[in-house]
């Protein structure tokens, strides 16, 4: 059986995919694997509390959306790498730390 | 204890300012990163030990001659409330002043170090959840590194530090895997993964906290920013053991385009041209030590060079030791 972290990639790529709400038994439904309706409510649940899914509590069932796309979550994670102002804190090791933009675009002619 | 006070602040002093200012330009970094590193290392204990020693120490000369006999008084004798051994030791306001302040700001660094410890913990905990969610595991990747790729045209690389190094993962984007060649990500790679085996993340966060708590103290930013290149030379070390500095360089320069706000379209591929040993044709474009020392490598410190960056480390640090505990 797949972890849950696994199972939270494909249920994301779930509702990314369909771009809608979608209700814990139609995920389960659209899931290539067999899973449990409870499972599938417990990775929706997990993903609620990590801010990756809103819960439409005004039906019967709830149903549940991405927050954002895709790209848009890609763009605010990268942004914490490409956006390091000098003053952040240093939560991750660049590559191209200690080399700036001039200098990395002078290698560039150097080196063609 | 007063002189014992005064030797620490002018101790305090010249680790804060003066030593500092020399030290994060000093040529011999870029020939042994590590000493320097040590260096560093022992400069911030020490200067952080005798700044928050010296008004303590002030503030508890009159009960003692030294630190652990004056705090042991000071306690025994509050405790018993003996007001009459108290007005006799003669203790000034002053006293008093310098002891709060040598407290307030030992617990100013200590918490400000926590602070920052949970703050960073926790935007990378977040960031990690980003990683997985988003991320592919590369595939022919060797099986002792975590590596993942994530969809985005800018040419990045980074290392994002776990607990242990099974949780570390290191991230490249596809607009990298396109415009590198195998051997430039790999040497990308080694150079990710050497930072964090020598969890490198441990050595910035202590300088990422002094920064934090002291920002109005321009040393403070030095010794964080030449202690984050040291990393970055170190990890080329790491890197350069096992490939080629032509990869490593080549890497650095393809992803370096990638530094412009995002949304924008990023990541054409340059025309690759034959690698050539130029000398640098613009030298004071070419001014930062990481890039320096791949172009024209460096001669590492004798050993009794390196033996001197040692002793004076230990010796850094049990100086103020001794002060405080003698």
Redesign the interface.
Known sequence: MASL?EL??SV?TLLWESGQQLSANEVCGQLDEELAVTTVLTVLARLEK?G?VERERSTRPHRYAATAT?EE???????????TAP?R???????????????????????? | MTVLALLLAALAVLLAVPVPKLLHNAHFRTRSPWAAMLLWQAIALAGGLSMVGAPIVLGLSPFGDNLPAAVSTAIRLTLQEDYVALAELEVHPWHIFALCLGLLLGGHLLLTLAR?YV??LS??RR?R??????STPLQNGNEDTDTHV???D?P??????GRTNASSVTVL?RGLLETLSEAELAA?VA??QT?LKQR??LL?MAF?AW??ALPWLPTTRYGREAV??L???L?DEGALAQHAPKDL???????????????AKAAVT????E?GV?P???PT???????RRLLVPQQPLGRSAVAGVVVLSVGLLAVPTGLLLG
């Open positions: 972290g939270e990639r994301m990590k990756m895709r979550h890609t763009v605010e994670m990268l942004n914490e790498v490409l956006g003053d804190e240093a939560v991750l090791a660049r590559f191209i730390g200690g080399v700036s933009e001039e200098e990395a675009a002078a290698l560039r002619r150097i080196l063609s | 920052t703050r960073v935007a990378r960031h959840q980003l990683v997985d969610l988003l994530i969809e985005h800018a990045l690389a980074y290392c994002l530090p984007s990308v150079h990710e930072h490198h993340h910035t990422e920064y934090r984050l290149e990393t970055e030379m990890a360089l080549r890497a650095i320069a393809l992803s370096g385009e990638s530094s412009g706000p995002l949304g340059q025309p690759r041209g690698w130029h640098p044709a613009e474009l070419l001014s930062g030590a990481r890039l």
